[in-house]
Structures are given as structure tokens and as C-alpha cells.
């Protein structure tokens, strides 16, 4: 064993010691810079880092990566690496590595040896391994929605924290691949304790800038709510290593370097002159006389030693030099050496780094949509992951299950949902068969989440004279989308709707039923509903799919559940059908707080309230795809729009769909009308199908967009001449002078975008691409003037602009017929079932007062967290009305805060879920930002002793955000009381009486 393991072993041994005897040893710094080599003031410190990135799905799937399957496809098999960077590091007690993918270190430690654990968390303890990153995955920063994010970090910082111990607690960010990056990601991190981000996609115009104002690196004013939220940031040129210098077996074609004196190939002095050339040149970039090489790259080092060989002999070569002083480093040790350096670095103080452009032509903005149904499928997976982990935390209160099994019942769902998060899954920018894959995940974790969801809420909502067991055969319907579901189409069946907010949740209930008459029944008998005709789907799926829709809406209690029994009567017809609208025909959708009307002439909806009136017109319009054969003036060779690259026809305006006919039928408006609802039904062509309803939901109040795009076959797409289709919905309105326009940040902050602003000059090129930005929850026009502004709250991520006065358009559906030459070698073309897919997504429209964003805020976190609807055949002799009444609750209460009306508007429980042996994680949020509400975005306090009557909290202690780390001692006082800020989120560890 050598002189490193040795110490290392050594100081564990002295902090368990330390803390055994009440002494709280701070080991996360003191770990990662033991192997720290010495920094010469009069020499540039070259920090050479050796690294492998390991995508968690790409061009191959998650186990066909690590398992090295499919080598036709890439020759990869990443559980090689640890076994390769193992074996290295002990031929040399100089050599560092960092691992950042804890979904690929969680699955190799699963199956290692003690002896190799040891092996690996001594060379950790000592330094020579960072922990870097430490999220499940390495998360996309455009398309990911900040709950997503945080669960990700906390549930892989966690996996580090029960393996490695707290010098495997990260320290670094390291995105070095996402497409751009975020404000909100910036801030996580720093919430998250980390020093500092290091990544590599960055803007080239900006990069430019940044290297003649020696800006690679700076400060980063992540968040405007918070005093001290600046997190130092370095902008690599790249995290491949230097072309020349890359020695991987697989992945490079470098000449090695021979260091033999005698041999006629001896190139060492080349090599050197080489490398020196480079760091003069990369030197000059920086404000202190440290810089960084990233000595690997994609899925480098399964045969490690070739690329440490080199590297030792690189280094060997300048060790007689009086300029350069070039060894082995980690992120940490460079952190440390260029803060000692004491250099004065610039302050990015707003902003962030979208979108990501190669050139003036190669805008990254196409994958803000690509494939859009699998990023709707993953805000669904989240979605029932919160409601899963809440309903697995009472159950673990009410020993339902004991505290492993209550967190094995979401484990996989946690690791499913955290996958999804990757830059090439959420992102749409893997092959389509990987797509597919990773729907299988999420699909198989629901249903195994569902294994025990039944026994859970059947004995949460038992009744107290019950003693056995009550188990409901439970299932989340996936396909109600495209009017699917088997359990409702029964005669008999029982709906379960559970709310992870904690406040009450205004729930419309939509479910395909066979048509006939039915009885829907509460907790109070009776519920109102409607059946209704739905908007007809373009494409014929292979499923008993039905054409009527029970339509009803009910209050469900603050992290709390309701029961109906849905029950057939008889099969006499009883469904509202579309009527025709006639020309210039009017149709009233609002109620006595707003006067809503919609113009089937023109398309538009007049909205006057609060003495204010919107008009307001929403088309469907396409953008052709540039297919990159250079045969217009300004086009660029070989540049198309792909899964990662959006770029119209150079020049060309969007579409009216409207005026096209989009598949040869001409539109047609009609409507439904029922004692509870209108809905407003339009079709533009054959292959979009729109229904617009007016929604109040208490103070709330919005029109819903419900839209179905596609398929985008042949008919539709000019696929003679390569040239794809992208389809975007436009909103307008008047009174709107938007230059500036606002996009969400990971669903969090808003960042505020000028138009035509963002390329340094070069906008003009390509003038819709340059203006794309990610829209994850929401985009707005405002004008403070006169008071107004309109907002679109979005069901999923998608590209948006404002590229006129008045108007916001986002990107929604896309196909390409070409690849945009970034790796993928595949266009994006997607089939389900034999045909061009087809995806249907919500818009929710707000128009307001500029003064205040409270709808828009609340409402975004709606349909974030929405209620988790779960069915069940209630044809069974025991799941009768009578029989079920006689065993179970229709109501639950969870969260009893402020006389069970929940917490304020403005707070919401981010997460309360089961965590180790007794205790449970509880994460609380203000939801809102300094300045946007003047009511809402004050400061608000909480007392949480009584949260979730009748479980009485016993202790509370505070955690860093990603809850790997305590941060202030045991919260006390009478009833736990807690002050939250804007923007502020606090996480807790807390127990029960």
C-alpha cells in the first residue's frame, strides 16, 4: 500500500475519532486539495485534469454504455473506465482523476468487492480522485425545470455521501457538455455549496469577447433575490484535450510520445515545444498564471494507462523548465490556486448563456423542442414522482411500510426521473431508439412505483374501525392524452386524486368513457360533470380508444386526496356534440369577473377586465427548415436545422397555416356548450386539432390553449426537397410594446431578453434563430406604460420569442430531414405506431396587469405539481359503491397548515419524502421574486411543529440545499418556526413524536 492510501486511511480513521467524541469534522475542502501540487508565483501553473465524460444515453442506451453492447454503434463500455483509472493510479502516486456521473459510479460500486471500495475511497480521501458534479447525471440547463434539478443533485449526492463519506461531497460544477447555460443552474449550485462551475459551451462571439478582456473567467451574480450569490465561473476552450496531445485508444490519433534519447522516433523536445506553444497562446486568456487543460473526453480512458503514460512523460518533459510548472490537478486545487492568486475578476451581473451559437449561422435553439413528447412524458414521470414521494412519507408516519421499504417503492422512479434530466434525454438530441428507451424506464418505474401505491392509499384512507389491510388496484392512466384509458371505459370505476401542493388545487377531471349516462359520486354525493364530444385525433392508434369525455372539476385539499366512483346507468346517448359556428357568429366564455368573447371570423378573443380590454389572436404558423445546400443567398453550406440546430429558410417569415389548408381540408370552428363549460373547438387543416376553454380556478383565471399537432407526414413536409417543418403557435395582442420580452430560468427566475441583442452584430444572419430562447414554464410581453402584460404558461419546455411588438410564438413540433452534423447522424423524424408522431401539449394564456405576476407564478407552479389522477376497475364484487364506503375516507387532509386551508400562496413544500432510518426530508420554497407581487413576494414565515396533524414534529435541523450537508444547528422553539425570503428555498431533516 502506498504513502497516499496509507495517510488517507489514516485521517479517516482520525475523523471518525473526532466525531465520535462530539467534534464536527468540515472534511469536504481538506479532502479535495490533500493532493494539491506546489504553485510557483513565477511560473504559469499548468493544471492538467484528467477526465472521462460519460453521457447517460446518447447514440447508445444507459446499460448499453456501461455494459459495452452495441460496439457497432460506439465501441464503449464505461464500467472499463473505473476498472482501467483503478490500476493506473496505483502505478503512480502523481496521477489524479475526477469521476462526475454518479448514475454510472452508483452502478459499478453496486457490484465491486470491498477490497475495490476501499480501493477507491482511499484514493478519494487522498485527494487523487475529485468528486466532481455529483448529480445523477450531468443535467441539460435549457429544457430542465429546477424541481427536476434539485432532486437529481440531491438524490446522487446522497448515493456519494452513504459511499464515500463527506470527501466525496462535490465541491465543483462541472457542465462541460450541456447546450448552454442557466441562471437558475448557476444559483443551485451555489445554494448547493459548491465554489465553483466550469463549462465550455459558450457563444462564440462571447467567447471571443471574453478572451480579449481576459473574461473566461469571472464572477457570476447567479441571483438577484439573494446578497451573496456570486459563484466563480471559468469558461473552458473545450474539454477535449488539446488536439496532438490526446492519447486515448479509442477516441484519439495522437502520435505517443517516445522518450527515448537513443531511439531514432525520440520526440520529446517536439512535444514540448509543442505543448509550450500552446499554453503561451491559451495563457494570455487568463488574469492569473494558472490555467486549465481538461485531459480527456468522451467516455475516454478504458484503457487509462496509454493516456497516463503519455501524460506522466509530458509532464517528466518540463520538469527542468523555469517557465512552465505542469503536473496533475483537480478542479478544486485549480480553484484554490488562482483564488490565492488574488486577481480581480469581472462580474456578470444578469443573463446567462443562451442561446448557444457555434457560428452566425449555427444557433442550438432546435432542441429547446425536439422531441416534444418526450419532454412532456418527463414533466409527467416528475410529476407523479412528488405525489409518490409525499404519499410514501405519510405512509412511512403511518407505518404503512417501514422506512426502507417506503424508500425502495420510489427508488426507481427517483433514478428514472433523474435520468431524464441528462443533456441528450430531456434535450430530444438522442437517437430515436434511445428515445424509446428511456421511455421505458419511466414507463417501467411508474408501474413499479405502482406496485405499492394501492396498499398505501388504501390504508391512508381507511377508516378507523378498519384493521386489515385495504389495498386498491391502482394505475396511472399514461394514454388519457389520446383518450385511452381501459379502467374508465368499464361500467364501474373508482378515481383517486391526490395533490402535492400544499394548499387547495382546483382539479379538472378528464377521462374517455364509453358513451351512455353516468353518476359520478364524492365524499358529498353527486358531483356535476359533463360528457362531451372531444376534438377528433388525426391518427387511427392502435388502442380501444374512445371518442367521449367525462368533463368535471372538484377542490382537492392541501397534499390531500378525494375519491369518485364513476358508474354507467344506463347506454342511453347523453354526450354534448359540436355545433357549427356560423359566420361572424359570437361566442361568450367568460363569466360575471371577465367578459370573454371569441370572433370566429377573425380568431379573436376579446378579454375586457378590471377596465382593461386584450384583444388577442392565436395562429398555428410553420417555419420551412433550411436544408443546408447553400442555394440561397447567406445560407451557409451544409447547415440545416437537426435535433440540436434551429434554423429556418434564410429571410423567410413563418406561415399561415390557416391560409395553406396544411393537408388539403379546409378550418372550421365549432363549439360545445354545456351547463358547466364552453369550450371552443378549431381545426386548421387536417392535422391541427385546437380547444380553447375559459378556466377560473379562485383568484386564478386564464384561457387554455389544448392543441394536437401532427402528424407531420408527407403530406405536410417537402420532403422532394429535404426541407423540414417547424411548427409554432402565435399569440398577439394589443397595446403591447415588447423590445424586451421576459423567458422563465429552469422555471425559477425570470430573465428579461432584448431583442435582436443577443449575437454582437451578427443577429441579422440568422434573425429567428439568434431570438429563440428556452421557454420551461413561461414567457411574457409587457408594457409597464399602460399597465399590461401577456403571458403563456407552457405544459413542457419549448423554444419562444417575441420577434414583433405584441406577439410571443413558441416552437412546438418539429421535423427534419436532415442532421444538423453534431453527432447525432440521425434526423429527427419520429414514429409511433407506424406513423409521423403526433404530439398534443397546453398553452395557458394570461393577460394581466404588468404590476404583478401572481397569476402567472402560481399558475406555472400548478401545472408543475399538478394532482396525481390514479384509476381503478370497480367492476369486482368487493369494489362496489356501498362496499367501499364501508372501508374508506372520500376525503384525506395531509398538510394542515392555517386551519387545513394550507400554506400561503406564495410558500410551497417543494419536497417531503422518506429519508434515512426515522427521519424525512422536508424542502420548503418562496415561490416568488423580489418586486412581483406586492402582496406576495414579502417575506413569510411559517410554524411547520404542526405541519401534517396528527404527526407532531420532534426536531428540525437545516441542510445545504442538496441536503449532503448540515448548515445550522437544531431549529428550536415552541412550534418550529421558519422565515423564508424570495426565491428562498430551505431544506430540512426532520422527525415525528
Not at 124 to 136: F, K, L, P, T
Not at 261 to 278: G, Q, T, V
Amino acid at each position: 500500500m502506498n504513502l497516499i492510501v496509507i495517510l488517507g486511511l489514516f485521517t479517516s480513521i482520525a475523523n471518525i475519532f473526532a466525531e465520535k467524541f462530539g467534534f464536527r469534522v468540515d472534511k469536504s475542502e481538506s479532502c479535495a486539495l490533500r493532493a494539491c501540487n506546489k504553485i510557483y508565483s513565477n511560473k504559469i501553473n499548468v493544471h492538467l485534469i484528467p477526465h472521462s465524460h460519460d453521457d447517460v444515453g446518447w447514440l447508445k442506451a444507459v446499460d448499453e454504455y456501461y455494459y459495452g453492447l452495441h460496439e457497432d454503434v460506439q465501441n464503449v463500455g464505461i464500467q472499463y473506465i473505473f476498472e482501467s483509472v483503478l490500476q493506473a493510479l496505483k502505478h503512480n502516486v502523481d496521477r489524479r482523476y475526477i469521476q462526475v456521473e454518479t448514475a454510472y459510479f452508483w452502478k459499478w460500486w453496486q457490484k465491486q468487492p470491498q477490497e475495490k471500495k476501499d480501493l477507491f475511497k482511499s484514493f478519494v480521501e487522498s485527494g487523487r480522485i475529485e468528486m466532481v458534479g455529483g448529480g445523477w447525471t450531468m443535467n441539460d440547463e435549457a429544457c430542465t425545470n429546477y424541481q427536476s434539478i434539485i432532486n437529481q443533485f440531491t438524490w446522487g449526492l446522497r448515493l456519494l455521501n452513504d459511499t464515500l463519506g463527506d470527501c466525496g461531497r462535490p465541491k465543483i460544477g462541472w457542465q462541460i457538455d450541456p447546450f448552454g447555460h442557466s441562471r437558475e443552474q448557476a444559483s443551485i449550485f451555489k445554494q448547493m455549496g459548491y465554489d465553483a462551475i466550469f463549462f465550455t459551451r459558450l457563444s462564440i462571439d462571447d467567447r471571443n469577447r471574453r478572451k480579449a478582456t481576459q473574461d473566461l473567467e469571472f464572477m457570476w451574480k447567479s441571483n438577484d433575490n439573494f446578497k451573496d450569490s456570486e459563484i466563480f465561473t471559468s469558461a473552458m476552450d473545450g474539454y477535449y484535450a488539446p488536439s496532438d496531445f490526446c492519447w486515448d485508444y479509442l477516441q484519439c490519433d495522437s502520435d505517443a510520445i517516445n522518450d527515448d534519447p537513443e531511439s531514432f522516433d525520440y520526440n520529446l523536445p517536439k512535444k514540448i515545444e509543442e505543448f509550450a506553444k500552446r499554453i503561451d497562446s491559451y495563457k494570455k486568456y487568463f488574469r492569473t498564471n494558472n490555467i486549465l487543460f481538461a485531459m480527456g473526453g468522451d467516455f475516454q480512458y478504458q484503457a487509462a494507462e496509454i493516456n497516463f503514460l503519455n501524460i506522466d512523460k509530458l509532464i517528466k518533459g518540463f520538469e527542468s523548465s523555469k517557465k512552465y510548472n505542469v503536473f496533475y490537478s483537480t478542479p478544486s486545487c485549480y480553484v484554490n490556486a488562482v483564488k490565492k492568486a488574488n486577481a480581480t475578476f469581472s462580474v456578470k451581473e444578469s443573463g446567462d448563456f443562451f442561446p448557444y451559437n457555434e457560428n452566425d449561422h449555427v444557433y442550438w435553439a432546435g432542441y429547446y423542442t425536439s422531441r416534444s413528447t418526450l419532454k412532456r412524458y418527463e414533466r409527467v414521470g416528475n410529476n407523479i414522482l412528488q405525489a409518490a414521494q409525499n404519499l410514501n412519507a405519510f405512509a412511512k408516519l403511518r407505518k404503512i411500510c417501514n422506512g426502507s421499504e417506503c424508500e425502495e417503492n420510489i427508488r426507481s422512479l427517483r433514478e428514472a426521473v433523474s435520468t431524464m434530466q441528462h443533456h441528450d434525454a430531456i434535450t430530444g438530441t438522442e437517437k430515436e431508439r434511445v428515445a424509446y428507451d428511456y421511455s421505458r424506464i419511466l414507463t417501467s418505474a411508474i408501474r413499479d412505483t405502482e406496485k405499492s401505491i394501492g396498499k398505501t392509499i388504501g390504508n391512508i384512507l381507511k377508516l378507523d374501525n378498519i384493521t386489515e389491510d385495504v389495498t386498491l388496484p391502482l394505475t396511472t392512466c399514461l394514454l388519457t392524452n389520446i383518450s385511452v384509458c381501459d379502467q374508465t371505459m368499464k361500467d364501474r370505476s373508482l378515481i383517486v386524486i391526490y395533490n402535492p401542493l400544499p394548499k387547495y388545487a382546483t382539479y379538472y377531471i378528464r377521462v374517455p368513457v364509453q358513451n351512455g349516462t353516468y353518476t359520478l359520486t364524492g365524499i358529498y354525493g353527486p358531483i356535476n360533470f359533463e360528457l362531451i364530444q372531444h376534438m377528433n385525433y388525426p391518427v387511427d392508434y392502435p388502442f380501444d380508444s374512445s371518442d367521449i369525455e367525462l368533463s368535471a372539476s372538484d377542490s382537492i385539499p392541501p397534499m390531500g386526496m378525494k375519491v369518485y366512483y364513476l358508474q354507467k346507468i344506463s347506454n342511453t346517448s347523453s354526450a354534448i356534440e359540436p355545433t357549427f359556428l356560423k359566420e361572424n357568429e359570437l361566442i361568450h366564455l367568460g363569466n360575471n369577473k371577465s367578459k370573454i368573447t371569441f370572433d370566429s371570423k377573425t380568431n379573436e378573443l376579446t378579454i375586457r377586465k378590471n377596465q382593461n380590454e386584450f384583444q388577442t389572436k392565436q395562429k398555428f404558423m410553420y417555419y420551412v427548415s433550411n436544408n443546408g445546400t447553400g442555394d440561397l443567398p447567406g445560407s451557409g453550406d451544409n447547415i440545416t436545422s437537426g435535433a440540436y440546430v434551429f434554423r429556418p429558410v434564410n429571410g423567410s417569415a413563418a406561415v399561415n397555416i390557416e391560409e395553406t389548408g396544411f393537408g388539403g381540408l379546409d378550418s372550421k370552428v365549432m363549439y360545445t356548450k354545456g351547463d358547466t363549460m364552453v369550450e371552443i373547438i378549431q381545426q386548421f387543416g387536417k392535422y391541427i386539432v385546437q380547444t380553447l376553454r375559459y378556466i377560473v380556478e379562485g383568484e386564478l383565471e386564464y384561457i387554455e390553449y389544448d392543441w394536437v399537432v401532427g402528424p407531420l407526414n408527407n403530406k405536410t413536409v417537402d420532403t422532394p426537397n429535404n426541407k423540414g417543418i417547424e411548427i409554432i403557435a402565435r399569440y398577439s395582442v394589443n397595446n403591447i410594446k415588447s423590445d424586451y420580452f421576459y423567458t422563465d430560468s429552469n422555471g425559477r427566475q425570470m430573465i428579461q431578453r432584448e431583442r435582436n441583442n443577443y449575437a454582437y452584430n451578427n443577429d441579422s444572419i440568422e434573425p429567428v434563430a439568434s431570438n429563440y430562447y428556452p421557454v420551461t414554464s413561461r414567457i411574457t410581453i409587457k408594457n409597464s406604460t399602460k399597465d399590461l402584460q401577456m403571458s403563456v404558461v407552457t405544459d413542457r419546455s419549448q423554444g419562444g420569442s417575441s420577434l414583433k411588438d405584441g406577439e410571443i410564438e413558441l416552437l412546438i413540433h418539429r421535423r427534419t430531414l436532415r442532421d444538423d452534423h453534431k453527432g447525432l447522424e440521425e434526423t429527427l423524424e419520429e414514429m409511433e405506431y407506424g406513423e409521423y408522431i403526433v404530439t398534443r401539449g397546453s398553452h395557458y394564456l394570461i393577460t394581466s396587469s404588468a404590476a404583478s405576476s401572481r397569476t402567472e407564478r402560481i399558475l406555472a407552479l400548478n401545472k408543475m405539481t399538478q394532482p396525481w389522477m390514479l384509476v381503478a376497475d370497480a367492476t369486482g364484487e368487493d369494489m362496489d359503491l356501498d362496499t367501499l364506503k364501508a372501508k374508506i375516507n372520500f376525503k384525506w387532509i395531509g398538510c394542515k397548515a392555517n386551519g387545513e386551508q394550507g400554506l400561503p400562496p406564495n410558500l410551497n413544500v417543494l419536497n417531503f419524502e422518506p429519508w434515512k432510518d426515522d427521519t424525512f426530508l422536508l424542502r420548503l420554497e418562496h415561490i416568488f421574486e423580489q418586486n412581483e407581487d406586492k402582496e406576495y413576494s414579502k417575506e413569510v414565515s411559517v410554524e411547520l411543529k404542526h405541519l401534517f396533524d396528527p404527526f407532531v414534529m420532534n426536531s428540525i435541523q437545516e441542510l445545504s440545499l442538496a441536503a449532503n450537508e448540515f448548515i445550522r444547528e437544531r431549529i428550536t422553539g415552541d412550534n418550529y418556526k421558519v422565515t423564508l425570503g424570495p426565491m428562498e428555498i430551505r431544506t430540512f431533516l426532520v422527525t415525528f413524536k
